[in-house]
């Protein structure tokens, strides 16, 4: 550590401990007794918890700026494509900029989908799921049900 000074990136590396350890806390416990994405990380998968809590933190920062990409690419490919008129009606409309911004949302989601498990049986399209059964929503297709947005 530096003796007259601390840089940001001393700060960050700070940071990153903080957020290790705070990782390795977690799974240290039980996954019955841990909540979110931590609960699905098997532990006997890695040689320690340390690397398992190394692996979980890069992949919790590398999925924020691939969604972050995900979302701005196609914001900026509407409003700056050359048969858009969006670019002039957002540049003056704070309102008009966030309806584009979430219809892009809508029609390119930044993540895939997500997992959910069923609370109880449950039936969908005839389809009978039984309780505790994991169920992927693929965001893409739901935001583009004819039944719901009716110019998709």
Not at 13 to 23: G, P, R, S, W, Y
Not at 100 to 122: D, H, I, S, Y
């Amino acid at each position: 550590r530096p003796l007259f000074f601390s840089s940001g990136y001393d700060k960050a590396l700070l940071a990153k401990q903080e957020l290790i350890a705070t990782i390795r806390h977690h799974l240290s416990q039980p996954s019955e007794l841990r909540r979110g994405a931590l609960s699905a990380v098997d532990v006997s998968k890695f040689e320690s918890v340390q690397e398992a809590a190394n692996n979980f933190l890069l992949f919790v920062t590398a999925i924020i700026p691939k969604a972050l990409t995900s979302l701005l690419v196609p914001f900026c490919l509407q409003l700056y494509s050359p048969e858009s008129q969006h670019l002039k009606a957002a540049t003056r409309d704070r309102h008009y900029f966030d309806a584009v911004l979430k219809e892009v949302q809508r029609l390119f989601p930044p993540l895939l989908g997500g997992w959910r498990n069923t609370r109880a049986k449950v039936v969908i399209n005839g389809y009978e799921i039984p309780r505790d059964y994991g169920v992927v929503v693929m965001a893409y297709h739901v935001h583009r049900d004819p039944l719901i947005f009716h110019e998709t």
